[in-house]
């Protein structure tokens, strides 16, 4: 079966420094990837999708950036992090095809 | 732009009662519409997933449908227990169907035992 895993779980940085979360997937080979943002009071936000290595698509402005360096690895990163920054960030993959997508457990991160 | 809203944004109802909650898109062309469920601090759960050519899709005590025309979709869920105390999540998806979902801001449930 297939699983997807996301890390750290729960994260604190100060404004400034840098963000790297990771997100892997396994059971499966070519899945599309996606990285979301839920922030306080908001609904679910789409940041960047993928549909295979090195292909990367972003769908808001902002101070992320993600990279797909393997097929079942996506990572999300910053080189400075802001307030705004902070939320629950949550990774997902979907088969080929538009298929139900599968989240994993999110990473709640705080910026101080 | 895909805009998702649903109401209402809270409810608190007994155990057992019958309970509908709504969905509306405001693009009707979408290539599938997904509900989840979300517990607090935690990930979310597929419940159910329709493609825009079906018009509804059932597990269990719940029940989704689809109308895709007017924009817009119900979750049923029967015989409710205190354990479907969660936030109940519509996403839509578009495109081609790689494409992102475009989310609500959920219905934030309540099972008074």
């Known amino acids: 079966s297939q699983t997807i895993h996301q890390w750290p779980a729960t994260l604190v940085q100060p404004v400034g420094s840098p963000l790297s979360l990771e997100c892997t997937v396994e059971?499966?080979?070519?899945?599309?990837l996606y990285w979301y943002r839920q922030a306080a009071g908001r609904g679910l936000q789409l940041l960047f999708y993928?549909?295979?290595?090195?292909?990367i698509s972003s769908e808001v402005p902002q101070n992320l950036s993600a990279s797909r360096p393997q097929d079942r690895q996506f990572i999300l990163s910053s080189k400075k992090l802001l307030l705004s920054d902070s939320g629950f960030y949550l990774c997902?993959?979907?088969?080929?095809?538009?298929?139900?997508?599968?989240f994993g457990d999110g990473t709640r991160l705080s910026i101080l | 732009k895909q805009e998702v809203t649903q109401i209402p944004a809270a409810l608190s109802v007994p155990e057992g009662e019958n309970l509908v909650l709504n969905c509306s898109f405001t693009?009707?062309?979408?290539?599938?519409l997904q509900w989840f469920r979300q517990d607090p601090g935690k990930g979310l759960t597929s419940l159910l997933l329709?493609?825009?050519?079906?018009r509804e899709q059932t597990s269990g005590r719940l029940n989704a449908s689809l109308d895709k025309s007017s924009g817009r979709s119900t979750l049923y869920i029967a015989a409710s227990q205190p354990g479907d105390s969660a936030t109940y999540l519509c996403?839509?998806?578009?495109?081609?169907?790689?494409?992102?979902?475009?989310f609500g801001k959920g219905t934030h449930l309540i099972i008074q035992p």
């Open positions: 997902a993959w979907s088969s080929q095809g538009g298929q139900p997508q599968h």
């Open positions: 059971g499966t080979s070519n899945p599309n």
């Open positions: 993928s549909v295979g290595i090195g292909q």
């Open positions: 693009d009707s062309a979408i290539y599938n």
């Open positions: 329709i493609q825009s050519s079906q």
């Open positions: 996403a839509v998806g578009s495109g081609g169907g790689a494409d992102g979902l475009t």
